[in-house]
């Protein structure tokens, strides 16, 4: 009697073991998927962000260029007014604020043909409504 109450314990525990096994082979199954979801997510978020870095290069290029391009005209501009102040020191365009102005304008009217407004007063663009 006694070896049939542990032979039903045993076959018991080797039932509840079998279950156990199941369970622990579902659960790794399902691990499983859900770190190759994760790794699926993470490849497309790191190719946006490589896609992002690439654009904001592009952009920063493009933002020296323009840098670039402004700097050797304002050289050109000092150098010509250097000669206009040598030919002609008593000219408008040498006088206090002259500068200024036509700056202003050149800013302003460049921004209203894009379908911007400039403020004079911060150099800020809006786009029209």
Excluded at 35 to 42: C, E, K
Excluded at 50 to 69: D, M, P, Q, W, Y
Excluded at 111 to 120: C, K, L, T
Aim: glycine fraction near 8%.
């Amino acid at each position: 009697m006694a070896t049939d109450y542990f032979r039903g314990q045993m076959d018991g525990i080797s039932q509840q073991a079998g279950f156990a096994a199941v369970a622990a082979r579902r659960a790794d199954r399902e691990a499983d998927a859900s770190i190759a979801s994760w790794m699926n997510y993470a490849a497309s978020l790191k190719d946006r962000l490589e896609a992002s870095e690439a654009k904001l290069a592009a952009a920063e290029a493009e933002v020296v260029k323009s840098c670039a391009g402004w700097h050797g005209s304002a050289a050109v501009g000092e150098a010509l007014r250097a000669g206009l102040r040598e030919v002609a020191p008593n000219h408008p365009l040498l006088a206090q604020g002259a500068l200024s102005t036509t700056r202003t304008a050149a800013a302003a009217k460049l921004a209203s043909s894009q379908g911007f407004d400039y403020d004079a007063a911060t150099g800020d663009v809006r786009r029209r409504r």
